[in-house]
């Protein structure tokens, strides 16, 4: 929440996100897309693929890359479908595209305690390429080889008259991600 230039991080779900920004509780949210919802703008910040986090002593840690169809038999630990189902299902359908149907063992949130998971061996998880940068000892984190998706992060708020003080959070967010929206561009003769 952005008030007088105080920003307070609320980590609610993905679908709760959306419905605070709505309902202006939240002025911006982080989001991974699909966002549906006619009162809302949303902004690709950053586009990136999954990975795979794996135990260290897991027998394809010393990989550089994996195969997906490698994970057949592996347990696997994801974030609950609740929190992004189109996500979540776009991982399972591609598992399935991949030959199998993926064996989730375990749902957690947030990402960090899917990782710490993987790191007392309870299983694998497919991520989002920055959670690599989590260095968490007892993981390692390999590019997945072949056909595999890409994650969008989006940044979310009211497309009604934005505050000073989220024109001026939008810009920094912009500039750190060195993203120029679509219609700023246009404006500009991008």
């Not at 795979?52 to 592996?74: F, G, K, M, N, R």
């Not at 497919?126 to 940068?133: D, G, I, Q, Y």
Request: neutral net charge.
């Amino acid at each position: 929440m952005l008030s007088r230039g105080r920003v307070e991080p609320d980590r609610s779900a993905h679908s709760q996100q959306i419905k605070l920004v709505a309902e202006r509780q939240l002025d911006i949210g982080f989001v991974h897309p699909p966002v549906v919802h006619n009162a809302l703008q949303a902004e690709s910040i950053l586009v990136e693929p999954l990975i795979v986090a794996l135990p260290e002593t897991h027998w394809l840690a010393s990989e550089t890359e994996i195969a997906l169809a490698d994970l057949a038999q592996e347990a696997l630990i994801q974030f609950p479908r609740s929190i992004n189902p189109s996500l979540y299902d776009e991982i399972v359908g591609l598992c399935r595209s991949s030959g199998f149907s993926p064996r989730i063992v375990r749902e957690a949130t947030p990402k960090q305690t899917i990782i710490g998971l993987v790191s007392v061996g309870l299983g694998v998880s497919l991520l989002p390429a920055c959670l690599e940068n989590l260095q968490r000892s007892g993981v390692v984190y390999r590019p997945i080889r072949g056909r595999n998706l890409s994650i969008d992060t989006s940044v979310i708020y009211r497309r009604e008259q934005p505050s000073p003080v989220l024109k001026a959070f939008l810009d920094i967010v912009r500039e750190t991600t060195g993203i120029v929206p679509e219609h700023f561009a246009k404006q500009a003769g991008m």
